[in-house]
């Protein structure tokens, strides 16, 4: 692709992202595959790039949740809101090393163990958040 082909597909490739996670959302009552989105984005963007495409997809479940799904407006919600954001940053950065420390292997193997960093971090967040200030599991 030339300079100005990239320039001009790059914002429809990040907005198609976010209608994907918005109908996701929808579709699957307030699942989305953050761990799947981290890969895609760090494989494809700079880190920087890649954080703040997580948070807008993070904001894109979050509006979804509050004005279609009818989410709770409680104190507890907006905390559920903050530690899947929070899980889905670190999910990305944990992708983020990963990608970089497995650079000299293939992109299949380097997309795998990225899953599985994004994974395992988004989860032990989600499972830490709730044990320490969410009331449980």
Do not use: E, K
Not at 13 to 33: F, K, N, R
Not at 111 to 122: D, P, R, S
């Amino acid at each position: 692709m030339t300079d100005r082909q990239i320039a001009w597909f790059r914002p429809w490739w990040l907005g198609l992202l976010i209608v994907v996670s918005a109908a996701l959302t929808t579709g699957y009552t307030c699942i989305t595959p953050f761990a799947a989105f981290a890969v895609i984005a760090v494989t494809m963007l700079s880190r920087r790039d890649a954080v703040i495409l997580t948070v807008a997809l993070w904001l894109t479940n979050q509006a979804v949740g509050f004005s279609v799904l009818n989410y709770p407006w409680t104190a507890q919600t907006f905390a559920w809101g903050v530690a899947i954001g929070a899980a889905a940053v670190i999910g990305t950065l944990a992708a983020h090393w990963t990608v970089r420390r497995l650079g000299s292997f293939r992109a299949p193997a380097q997309t795998a163990g990225a899953f599985v960093a994004a994974f395992a971090l988004y989860q032990v967040t989600l499972y830490a958040a709730a044990v320490s200030m969410l009331g449980g599991t």
